[in-house]
């Protein structure tokens, strides 16, 4: 897994440079109100929480659109929208197109399969597969880059304290052995001592 070096200050610097865009008011707190939507089996509302999420981070540059338009999709899919979530899931897909194949977004993709498939959905599962096949893969440069770096690390809190989102130890950019970056709201969370 890459590690980035760690560098305190490197979202004030972004930000002040222009490298990443700043979040609109009050974006946090509706990332924050699409989880416990979530939580609470309350899915067509979860859905268009993160539809919405996906919509202003597209247009704003935020980054991330294809994990909010995949939450989406699978949100809808959960409330029996099965249709209205694989046409999100192909917006997903195709914001990861135009925005690079990054590694979060490599992550949620497999994540979506993985629940398609949970779900009984073979035939959506194939039909999102087959949107995957004519993208690149990394994942024989992933499992290399795994397989050099695997230091110690604490365990993570299992929801992040900023946005209220799952943190998986697999699924994040590790900064250094004990902080790790949310994967949905880019905050920096601290491992628990064991």
């Known amino acids: 897994m890459r590690r980035r070096r760690y560098f305190p200050h490197r ?3 972004s930000s002040l440079l222009g490298f990443r865009n700043r979040p609109p008011e009050g ?3 509706a990332l924050r109100q699409a989880h416990s939507c979530l ?8 859905g268009e929480a ?3 999420l996906a919509e202003t981070a597209e247009t704003s540059g935020l980054g991330r659109t294809t994990q909010f338009y995949l939450l989406s999709a699978t949100a809808f899919i959960n409330g029996g929208e099965v249709g209205r979530g694989m046409d999100l899931a ?15 977004s490599r992550w949620a993709c497999r994540r979506f399969l993985a629940d398609l498939l949970a779900m ?4 959506e599962a194939a039909r999102f597969n087959g949107w995957l ?10 499992r290399t880059e795994m397989a050099q770096e695997k230091p110690a ?6 929801t992040c304290p900023s946005c209220g989102g799952p943190l998986r130890p697999d699924e994040v950019e590790w900064v250094d052995s004990i902080t790790a970056e949310c994967t949905f709201c880019g905050s920096m969370v601290r491992g628990e001592a064991l």
């Open 50 to 52: 993160y539809l919405r």
């Open 39 to 46: 939580n609470a089996g309350d899915f067509p509302e979860a």
């Open 90 to 104: 192909k917006k997903g897909v195709g914001s990861m197109v135009r925005s690079g194949y990054s590694r979060t």
């Open 27 to 29: 974006w946090l707190h």
């Open 120 to 123: 009984g959905l073979n035939q």
């Open 153 to 158: 690390r604490v365990p993570l809190p299992l």
């Open 11 to 13: 979202r004030l610097f």
């Open 133 to 142: 096949s004519g993208l690149p893969d990394d994942s024989a440069q992933e």
